[in-house]
């Protein structure tokens, strides 16, 4: 366990993070790794387009591959560090287990996936929130994590 587990031992006193919090989290990490996105295309594309030629490589599988990795990265990085991203760290945000430990790599994995699932449903896990007793989405459920609010320092 590291040292993040001890701010969290009494789980009932987090609160669950907010629908409109996590919604505002998830706009600015958009744009955030929307940016990162761009920088690391023009990356690939420009020293490719000059030694080719040819600039288009959207077809590229390793490139969709690598854009893949980024983005888990982007995630899985600061959730495995301390449980924030940017976005969440803005908002006050923070990623936890059900039992407020850290997250575990499996967790931010399965996290990372089923979030692309509750959103492939027109966004229904996400907005799951809203009727949701304990506040969690589907991506929370099936990865045993939730997010709460962190208090202002």
Known sequence: ????????????????????????????????????????????VIPLGMVTGEGEVADNMLYRLYLMVLIIGYFAWP????????GMR???ARLVSMDGGSVEPKQVLIRFFAALLSWAVM??????VLIDPAKLAWHDRLSNTRLILVEKK
Do not use: E, H, K
Request: charged letters at 10%; zero cysteines.
């Open 1 to 44: 366990m590291n040292g993040m587990s001890q701010y969290f031992t009494n789980i009932d006193q987090n609160l669950p993070l907010s629908f409109w919090r996590r919604l505002a989290a998830m706009v600015y990490d958009t744009l955030l790794l929307l940016s990162v996105l761009v920088i690391a295309t023009g990356i690939i």
């Open 123 to 128: 966004g229904l896990g996400f907005f799951w």
């Open 90 to 92: 803005s908002w006050r």
């Open 79 to 86: 959730w495995l560090r301390g449980g924030q991203t940017v």
